[in-house]
């Protein structure tokens, strides 16, 4: 166990002190090149904001994965390749702006990639249903659809200050927790890596006021793509993690659980743009984080809210698992809290705003306690963060 710890505290530092380190200088190019998000209709920062934000975690990520002299064993190349291409590619669009075919296209090829050569893919359900192992023909549009999905939807939720980047640093712990049950200490490296490298990020675009910047479309392909890549792994024939499914932990419903807010978020959204006759790639302001936002919660407390809401998912998943319920049961449990959450609280609360009833001035009065800002410890948060 100590050698365990070791191999993932190791990593961890490391790339959390790696982050801490470049931080200042990517922010200092990123003003010096005007590489800023400026402030629109649709967009709720009210100055422009620098948005490489991604480099600085990508470098912390790649150094921590580095220090674990894992680099020339197992994936690692292809995984490092798969997140580069990932960086560049959001990089570019949060520069040029490419179209969402193009990136679409782009994260198709990189997940297929990873299939050909890890030969690892959604391809076992576990006994889910009474299903195991799938067909590749069924594995491989399967994979995609949710990888490419679990991608943009990570990219998605990018929309206050430290939702994104604290939603990865929770999901990164939790799949690291499943990863060492397994004894996958390879991608418990790659999981605490990426949650050291998003530390310092999420600390200076939380409380930093002049340190401040996005983590940008880069940096969230990024994470989308390590997302996509501990599920492809979980959900793989081989998978180390079946000693688990074996033991009746359900390991889609848990996969489902930690991803819970982004991914029905997301098929909200996308699903209301259709139905609406809208492409569901236009932006808008129906997001889970617009609703908290218009209840007049600030950054930090819809951040803080989303992610209560993602961990009571995962709490609600293992309660069912600790009281013996089936995969089945486990998977029921999980869709039925995520969908309260991202369909029915939204839809009940977007009418309680519309109609200005008693339920909404209430969680209005609420959101005032989260609105920090100007409180005079918050002024020392905002020093001490901008001074590292």
Known sequence: MLSILYHLIIPFLVAFIATLWIHPKILKIAIIKNLVDNPDARKLQRRPTPVMGGLAVFFGLLIGMCSSQLITKDYMFIYLAAMSIMLYTGTIDDILDLSPILRFAIEIAVVTLLMVITSHSVNNFFGLWGVYAIPIWCAIPLTIVAAVG???????????????????????????????????????????????????????????????????????????????????????????????????????????????????????????????????????????????????????????????????????????????????????????????????????????????????KILHSISKFSHFEKKDFWKKIETMIDKI
């Open 150 to 360: 679990i991608i943009n939807a990570i990219n998605l939720i990018d929309g206050v200050n430290g939702l994104s980047t604290g939603f990865c640093v929770m999901a990164c712990s939790l799949f690291a927790i499943l990863f060492v049950l397994s004894n996958n200490i390879p991608m418990a490296i790659i999981a605490m890596s990426a949650a050291g490298a998003i530390i310092p990020f999420f600390l200076h675009n939380v409380f930093g006021n002049n340190t401040r910047m996005f983590i940008g479309d880069g940096g969230a392909l990024v994470m989308g793509i390590i997302m996509s890549i501990f599920i492809m792994n979980i959900l793989c024939a081989n998978s180390l993690s079946s000693e688990l499914a074996d033991k009746n932990i359900g390991l889609i419903p848990f996969c489902l659980a930690v991803l819970s807010v982004p991914v029905f978020d997301t098929l909200r959204v996308m699903s209301m743009r259709i139905i609406h006759g809208t492409s569901p790639f236009n932006a808008d302001k129906t997001h889970l984080h617009h609703l908290f936002i218009d209840l007049g919660f600030s950054h930090i407390g819809t951040t803080f809210s989303i992610l209560s809401l993602n961990t009571f998912v995962v709490l609600c998943w293992l309660v069912s698992y600790l009281l013996g319920a089936s995969v089945d049961v486990q998977l029921y449990v999980v869709l039925i809290f995520s969908i309260l959450i991202t369909f029915v609280f939204y839809r009940f609360i977007r009418v309680q705003i519309r109609k200005n009833t008693r339920i909404y």
